[in-house]
């Protein structure tokens, strides 16, 4: 059984912040990538899937029609994400993504300020989202994941709690909360925006998210994603696992038999030849083991160590001693599994970097 992941390059606008490969929606441009994402998804996926998750850019943009011609071959038990903006779906489109199979919907909310949304460039509205939500439930959605952003420009601690606790009431059963990153090449990359809440503010504003949300049955369960119990992000996990997975699509990245591939990210070279990744490599076994570890800390409940001694040969506690003892405030033991505590989630990026 595989997990997939198929990328969609599709938006109306590119949002302020955003660094994903994307492209202008035009039905021209549909049916071209369609057809050679059909040609890779014929050419690759051999199996039945376990999880399957549509990202983008925005899939929804995209008529239904495109994505009807699709055959799944489904696991028993299996998860079909599908990305979507809360303004470029009805009813009827999202029981038509239904009747595909999809049974889990992420919808990029980001804030439930008006301002804000506007200031980021996203096209839609704090009461589009909120219908969206309701829409997705009526069309019989019973896993709905949303996506907020905290960090952004002239947002307060009281905005951003308004946002966790308007997210809490609707209903959904995830949250995905994520500090802002200005990259290069992005509007906000290119034209700093005034008005960012500092450092501190921003770590505040993470723990407040754990507070909210956990208080209202959200439990942390990886860095920056909070669940209902029983409905982890199936898919996610395959990544934190360190397990393998196809992916599909222009810039997509993949990882299959101890390899990562990467497509292109120019869209005229990948409608010419989809099934051949633009690079390919093999990754060593100490870069295997880095990523078991960058990878399994990520997530709350952190590493086996038993499991991770089977899976790489290697005792997690004797080889990074040094590290568990320079951190030693940061993480905790407990049946079996080795964890980084709520702070040393937020201080990850400097504690992950000492097991290179």
């Given amino acids: 059984m595989s997990s997939l992941y198929v990328h969609i390059p599709f938006c109306v606008k ?18 071209l990538y369609f057809g050679a994402l059909k040609k890779e998804f014929e050419h690759k996926v051999k199996e039945k899937l376990k999880t399957i998750y549509f ?3 925005t899939p929804s943009v995209v008529p239904f029609e495109f994505y009807k011609s699709f ?42 300020d008006d301002t804000i949304l506007k200031s980021i460039g996203r096209i839609h509205n704090s009461s589009q989202a909120i219908e969206c939500v309701k829409t997705a439930q009526a069309a019989g959605f019973d896993n709905i994941s949303i996506d907020l952003i905290y960090g952004l420009p002239n947002q307060t601690m009281e905005l ?19 500090g802002l990153k200005i990259e290069e090449g992005t509007h906000f990359g290119k034209n700093p925006p005034k008005g960012l809440p500092d450092e501190d503010l921003c ?11 956990e208080k209202n049955g959200f439990n942390l369960y990886e860095i920056s994603n909070f669940a209902q119990k029983g409905k982890e992000s199936r898919h996610n996990m395959t990544y934190w696992e360190n397990n393998p997975y196809i992916a599909l699509g222009v810039s997509a990245h993949g990882y299959q038999d101890g390899s990562r591939y990467y497509n292109t990210s120019d869209f005229g070279k990948y409608l ?11 990754l060593t076994e100490d870069e295997i083991l880095t990523e078991g570890i960058f990878l399994g800390l990520r997530m709350k409940k952190g590493l086996s160590l038993k499991e991770f001694k089977i899976r790489y040969n290697v005792d997690f506690q004797e080889k990074y001693a040094y590290v568990l003892n320079k951190y030693k405030d940061f993480f905790e033991q407990k049946n079996g599994r080795i964890s980084l505590t709520t702070q040393g989630l937020m201080l990850s990026n400097v504690i992950l970097s000492e097991f290179i």
């Avoid at 302020?16 to 035009?26: E, G, R």
């Avoid at 696991?75 to 993504?97: C, G, H, M, Q, R």
């Avoid at 010419?272 to 093999?282: D, G, L, V």
């Fill in 14 to 31: 590119k949002c302020n912040y955003c660094s994903f490969i994307s492209f202008p929606s035009k039905k021209e441009a549909f049916e």
């Fill in 55 to 57: 990202g983008g850019g």
């Fill in 71 to 112: 055959k799944f071959d489904f696991a028993d038990e299996y998860e079909f994400t599908f990305e979507i903006n809360p303004s470029t779906v009805d009813l009827k489109y999202l029981k038509n993504l239904r009747s595909i199979g999809v049974n889990r919907l992420s919808i990029g909310v980001q804030s439930f």
């Fill in 160 to 178: 951003w709690q308004q946002s966790l606790q308007k997210a809490t009431t609707l209903g959904v059963q995830h949250i995905s909360t994520y």
């Fill in 203 to 213: 770590a505040d504003m993470y723990l407040r998210s754990v507070e909210v949300l």
């Fill in 272 to 282: 010419k030849n989809p099934a051949e990744p633009e690079f390919s490599e093999k």
